[in-house]
């Protein structure tokens, strides 16, 4: 114990030591925005994973870390080559459908649900459906909706949420694809249909399906299928589940208002089976992540890495909004990538010399289930022992001005310490995740890094609950989020994105710095990863 507190004393130390000699005086956010220009201009073409929009974006990404003098670091100079697999649902030849009392009733593809291709759908199903409530097995909180409840040969019907005393950490890691569907599997389950919980959908139905018929993707490698097994896979319309409840004694509006006030929810068999036909087209393809590095100085440190990530990709071009068919993803996250090219020139251009070496991880696949972050993570081009922390950049927002700083994985190790004091030095205020059942936590790429072991974190720019600031987040979300309004014709604070730089540079030398490295902590559920445990 003693040792743990030396530790993360010296870190604070090297925190401090940063912050006091430090000004903000590294960024304007004006180079920031010209590198979205560039990212998330309409030629670049939505840079959807192994297009050729984001083989030119990358190809933009590499020779601006060229300019700035950042190594490659890549098995292929700055590139690393990933496999995938594609899959595109072709609708005409697919159906959807309930099965009640001997009668089908047909169900509307877009309207009520649709198919998620992120797994290998099977050609045909028929199979009974058993509401399952959150549909979490949590052993260390001696929670499990399965308890008692006979699964085998039927699909789970899950209201995405999770129990208000289960930790948004730990709940999150559970929600996760791999984790969810090996408790289902297990239970003899076949397949999962989710319905959103209408209370923390980022988007509405409506954007969600309108794209369902896009590709998804998968690692062509064997040892990433974490789905095997699994023959369904659905996303149903919260406007429409009442049509799942019919019959069981229980309304979907009951299920809601528990869900609202964050209880566990009644579990129960539903009286419909589901009936599905899903004709898939397959196709292989290769993409790749950017990775490079700048070299530190200390004789031993330099062979240790501080990962700066973000993922390059997006949507590509799909159903048109408003007339407008380029998901340009401005925010979404050539912010993130643009960071990390203004990071990397302004390094160049310090006089400080860094004791560890810094690894800029440009990733793709994110928007296909945090794909090219999995590989890299699974294959690192560094020594994987080598990697100490992950600053993870996605999507953070300066639409507002950066008084409040959201710390991802705030209480689960030192990174979240150090974040605090830079963020303080700068007169911003942290605040946790005050948003769990979102599972942010899980669904950037900081969490493949973290399942291996390594502390990591995520930050986006916060509000107070009910402000002004507040509504202006959440309207991005309702209404750019995955959107093609997520373009360069979008109001940005340019002061609020230099802050949050200054911050996240901040942050990663201070770790490059300090003799020790991030811990995690001793209460942290994330820890075992560290330990070896799976």
């Known amino acids: 114990m003693l040792r743990k507190i030396l530790s993360a004393a010296v870190l604070l130390v090297a925190v401090c030591a940063f912050s006091q000699s430090d000004a903000p005086s590294h960024f304007d956010g004006k180079t920031w925005w010209d590198y979205i220009k560039v990212l998330a201009d309409d030629n670049m073409e939505g840079r959807e994973t192994g297009s050729a929009g984001l083989q030119r974006a990358e190809a933009y990404i590499v020779e601006q870390l060229k300019r700035a003098g950042i190594q490659p670091a890549g098995s292929d100079g700055y590139y690393q080559q990933i496999k995938f697999q594609s899959r ?12 009640r009392d001997g009668k089908v009733e047909p169900l509307a593809l877009g309207e009520d649900g649709f198919f998620s291709t992120r797994v290998d759908l099977a050609p045909e199903l028929q199979a009974p459906m058993v509401f399952v409530g959150y549909g979490l097995r949590i052993p260390e909180k001696n929670y499990d909706d399965l308890a008692g409840l006979d699964l085998n040969g039927k699909v789970a019907v899950i209201l995405s949420g999770s129990p208000a005393d289960v930790p948004g950490a730990l709940a999150s890691h559970y929600q996760t694809t791999a984790e969810r569907w090996k408790t289902l599997h297990a239970a003899g389950a076949v397949g999962i249909i989710t319905v959103p919980n209408p209370a923390v959908m980022d988007i509405p139905w409506s954007r969600m399906s309108v794209n369902r018929t896009h590709p998804s993707m998968s690692l062509a490698a064997p040892e990433f299928n974490e789905t095997e097994g699994e023959k369904l896979a659905l996303y149903f319309n919260p406007a429409s589940a009442s049509k799942l409840f019919e019959g069981s004694g229980h309304t979907f509006d009951e299920l809601v208002t528990i869900a609202k006030e964050r209880k566990q929810l009644p579990r129960f068999p539903l009286s419909a089976s589901i009936k599905v036909k899903a004709a898939l087209n397959k196709k292989d393809l290769e993409s790749a992540n950017v990775i490079a590095k700048l070299p530190g100085n200390d004789p031993e440190l330099k062979n240790e890495y501080v990962v700066l990530s973000a993922h390059i990709d997006h949507l590509g071009i799909g159903a048109p909004i408003n007339g407008d068919s380029i998901y340009n993803g401005a925010m979404d996250n050539a912010s993130g990538s643009a960071l990390l090219l203004d990071v ?46 992950d600053i993870n950049v996605d999507m953070f927002l300066p639409i507002v001005p ?11 190790s030192d990174l979240g310490d150090m974040a605090r004091q830079i963020a303080e030095s700068h007169g911003i205020t942290v605040q946790a995740d005050l948003e769990p059942q979102r599972n942010i936590f899980i669904r950037s790429d900081q969490y493949n890094f973290i399942r291996h072991g ?28 995955h959107a093609p309004s997520d373009d360069l014709n979008q109001p940005v604070d340019l002061s609020s994105a230099a802050l949050y730089e200054e911050v996240v540079r901040g942050l990663m030398i201070a770790v490059a710095q300090s003799p020790q490295r991030p811990q995690w902590k001793q209460d942290s559920f994330f820890r075992r990863y560290a330990q070896g445990s799976k």
């Open 88 to 99: 595109e649902i072709v609708e005409k030849d697919s159906s959807l459908a309930l099965v």
């Open 344 to 389: 990397a020139g302004s390094l160049k251009k310090s006089p400080e010399k860094l004791k560890r070496s810094v690894l800029f991880v440009f990733v793709t696949g994110e928007e296909k289930g945090l794909l090219g972050s999995k590989y890299f993570a699974a294959h690192p081009t560094v020594d994987a022992k080598s990697m100490v922390a």
């Open 402 to 412: 950066l008084k409040i700083l959201t710390v991802y994985g705030l209480a689960e």
């Open 454 to 481: 390594i502390p990591a974190l995520a930050m986006g720019v916060g509000a107070v609950p009910g402000s002004p600031e507040q509504k202006i987040l959440k309207d991005w979300l309702t209404e750019r989020y």
